[in-house]
């Protein structure tokens, strides 16, 4: 059994900062990809960021704000976010991928910015 245990979340005003973690526990391989989807109430699902070995990726949208890094030893990814905009306010949500190539999400943690 795999859990991904998100915290960080809360409340900020437009322009404060929030640093999201995700800890990966239990049974799992070594990690391939780690990131951040957000969902926004009425919308889809959407990748913020995404890091391997190899590269990190970043939406559009919070390129320059926000920086994803993960610590492989304690299996580990990070969220910080900077000059958060309200539109910004979503539930963030972990995904890791193993090496076998076993998907697995957090429950969500919820962020939101007041303008």
């Known amino acids: 059994q795999v859990q991904l245990v998100e915290s960080g979340g809360g409340l900020v005003r437009a322009g404060g900062s929030l640093r999201l973690s995700c800890v990966a526990s239990?049974?799992?391989?070594?990690?391939?990809?780690m990131a951040w989807y957000r969902q926004a109430p009425g919308k889809q699902r959407d990748l913020v960021a995404r890091?391997?070995?190899?590269?990190?990726n970043y939406a559009d949208a919070v390129k320059g704000r926000f920086t994803i890094s993960r610590d492989n030893a304690k299996n580990t990814v990070y969220l910080q976010m900077n000059s958060l905009k309200p539109e910004d306010t979503a539930v963030y949500y972990c995904?890791?991928?193993?090496?076998?190539?076993?998907?697995?999400w957090g429950q969500g943690t919820q962020v939101t910015v007041s303008s």
């Open positions: 239990g049974y799992i391989r070594s990690i391939n990809v």
């Open positions: 890091i391997t070995s190899a590269s990190t």
């Open positions: 995904y890791v991928v193993d090496t076998r190539e076993y998907t697995y």
